[in-house]
């Protein structure tokens, strides 16, 4: 079955940078989009940065000039680089499809922005 495993969260401080990954098994990961998304405590899930099939990348307005999404389709694995990291980032990521399955939601990594 689908299967999404993220890595990479962690403490960071303000303006520091962190690169999430995530490793995706059980589809054809190329022919599909994938997002990141983030869930902050007390806040709905939300989108955070988006790349097609064909490599062209969309973001949330909070995060754009500062995060890259990016994917190696050989690996099976989408990336999220994050730069100048806020507190407003803190929350646990997670990746998904483009258009996401509720099912396929996984365990997620813990962003933490504090100085």
């Known amino acids: 079955q689908v299967q999404f495993v993220e890595s990479g969260g962690g403490l960071v401080q303000p303006g520091g940078s962190l690169r999430l990954s995530c490793a995706a098994s059980?589809?054809?990961?190329?022919?599909?989009?994938m997002g990141w998304y983030r869930q902050a405590p007390g806040k709905q899930r939300e989108v955070v940065a988006a790349?097609?099939?064909?490599?062209?990348?969309h973001y949330v307005d909070s995060v754009k000039g500062r995060f890259i999404i990016s994917r190696d389709n050989a690996k099976k694995t989408v990336y999220l680089q994050m730069n100048s990291l806020k507190p407003e980032d803190t929350a646990v990521y997670y990746c998904?499809?483009?258009?996401?399955?509720?099912?396929?939601w996984g365990q997620g990594t813990q962003v933490t922005v504090s100085s």
């Open positions: 059980g589809m054809t990961f190329s022919t599909y989009a």
């Open positions: 790349i097609t099939s064909g490599g062209s990348t």
């Open positions: 998904n499809l483009g258009a996401p399955i509720r099912e396929y």
